[in-house]
T-cell receptor, first 110, second 116 residues
Framework: SAVISQKPSRDICQRGTSLTIQCQVD?????MFWYRQQPGQSLTLIAT?????????ESGFVIDKFPISRPNLTFSTLTVSNMSPEDSSIYLC???????FGPGTRLTVL | AQKVTQAQTEISVVEKEDVTLDCVYE???????LFWYKQPPSGELVFLIR??????QNEISGRYSWNFQKSTSSFNFTITASQVVDSAVYFC?????????????FGKGITLSVRP
């Protein structure tokens, strides 16, 4: 099993700023996944983060907007850059084929 | 491309009623996994079940049961004797491949309201 923590749990940010979300796993994992859930919507995969290589982004998501770091096998960060109100969402990280999700970061952009 | 369809968007039942949440999927993979999650109003995603494509046995866990039918590409979820605490959004998801590094495709979710 894996226990995942995320920081911050929620934040309210101003338009044009950036926020970095941290994801910490209590065991080593090869891949970490970042998902976005817009209000009232389903989850959409942003990118897959493999330690030691650049993240792989899904269609509609770009590195300039959502840079990801994966410095080791238990940690990853997702940055939401130059935020707009449309970025208001819950951001979740996941490992082990979806069996384990972090508690999410609830982001509101004003 | 993979696709998960949850045709029901909202369901409302009275406590103690049984309710079935439907999930239909599309994939070209021969090996895949199917999932159900619960998302209560607090927002966290609660893992309920993972079933691989080679295991078509139905599963029962307390008041929850799952019916996997490959012939109709469906993986339906039944809650027996529903309770108010079952009120949540329920998501069905499909993995691409079967490894731990597989990504998930989610359905749009079903909002279940259980009234006292």
């Amino acid at each position: 099993s894996a226990v995942i923590s995320q920081k911050p749990s929620r934040d309210i940010c101003q338009r044009g700023t950036s926020l970095t979300i941290q994801c910490q796993v209590d065991s080593q994992v090869t891949m970490m996944f970042w998902y976005r859930q817009q209000p009232g919507q389903s989850l959409t995969l942003i990118a897959t983060a493999n330690q030691g290589s650049e993240a792989t982004y899904e269609s509609g998501f770009v590195i300039d907007k959502f840079p990801i770091s994966r410095p080791n096998l238990t940690f990853s960060t997702l940055t939401v850059s130059n935020m707009s109100p449309e970025d208001s969402s819950i951001y979740l990280c996941s490992v082990d084929q979806g069996q384990f999700f972090g508690p999410g970061t609830r982001l509101t952009v004003l | 491309a993979q696709k998960v369809t949850q045709a029901q968007t909202e369901i409302s039942v009275v406590e103690k009623e049984d309710v079935t949440l439907d999930c239909v999927y599309e994939t070209r993979d021969t090996t895949y996994y199917l999932f159900w999650y619960k998302q209560p109003p607090s927002g966290e995603l609660v893992f309920l079940i993972r079933r691989n494509s080679f295991d078509e046995q139905n599963e029962i866990s307390g008041r929850y049961s799952w019916n996997f039918q490959k012939s109709t590409s469906s993986f339906n979820f039944t809650i027996t004797a529903s309770q108010v605490v079952d009120s949540a959004v329920y998501f069905c998801a499909l993995s691409e491949g079967a490894g731990a590094n597989s990504k998930l495709t989610f359905g749009k979710g079903i909002t279940l309201s259980v009234r006292p």
